[in-house]
């Protein structure tokens, strides 16, 4: 079935450093990629997506670009900040709901 | 309303007790989809509505379990005989678009019921 696979954390960081979270999914179909952010307390907001092979998703600094060849969509941002510390989920977009991975917690400290 | 909206957003529940989780989806948004996020886990999914239809129903764990969307508006979640390992977060999404359209569109989240069982 579908599934999506990412790297366990916690990641720790240190203010300003590089960010890199790494996703893969099952390559059926032509799906639909995210990446949602969850806040402590807080539900899941979508950071970004892409929707066909080679698209770059972004927003507030993070990236993601889709990769048919390797079958993944890792996240990235150049300078992280401490505001960014949060558990960042990878998804799949199927034919009409989304698989999500485990989720991935980030701890960025001053 | 300009979100999505879920009560209660926390419920203590004696183990055997019913209980009923309320999503308010997103003003004119045609599908709606219940997951269930275990601590540390991603969210997995439990079921789909399209308007008042619901499509797929896969991912309930047991007969325990019903959902319900009888105006293809609010929706209801129903947990019937609540057992331990019931307890999580129970989030709700909706989105503008239906079928593969719904990816494309995007869905919005609530903010989730979190259900404890003693």
């Known amino acids: 079935g579908n599934s999506v696979t990412q790297m366990e954390g916690p990641v720790t960081l240190s203010e300003e450093a590089f960010l890199t979270i790494n996703c893969t999914y099952t390559?059926?179909?032509?799906?639909?990629l995210f990446w949602y952010v969850q806040y402590p307390g807080e539900g899941l907001q979508l950071l970004l997506k892409?929707?066909?092979?080679?698209d770059k998703g972004s927003n507030k600094g993070f990236e993601a670009t889709y990769r048919k060849e390797t079958t993944s969509f890792h996240l990235e941002k150049g300078s992280v900040q401490v505001s960014d510390s949060a558990v960042y989920f990878c998804a799949r977009g199927g034919y009409s709901t989304l698989t999500f991975g485990k989720g991935t917690m980030l701890l960025v400290s001053p | 309303g300009a979100g999505v909206s879920q009560s209660p957003r926390y419920k203590v529940a004696k183990r055997g007790q019913d209980v009923a989780l309320r999503c308010d989806p997103i003003?004119?948004?045609?599908?709606l989809f219940w997951y269930q996020q275990a601590l540390g886990q991603g969210p997995e999914f439990l079921t789909y509505f399209q308007n008042e239809a619901q499509l797929d129903k896969s991912g309930l764990p047991s007969d325990r379990f019903f959902a319900e969307r009888p105006e293809g508006s609010v929706s209801t979640l129903k947990i019937q005989r609540t057992q331990q390992e019931d307890s999580a977060v129970y989030l709700c999404a909706s989105s503008l678009g239906w079928g593969p359209g719904a990816r494309n569109y995007g869905y919005t989240f609530g903010s989730g019921t979190r259900l404890t069982v003693v």
């Open positions: 892409a929707t066909k092979a080679d």
């Open positions: 390559a059926t179909g032509y799906p639909s």
């Open positions: 003003s004119g948004h045609v599908s």
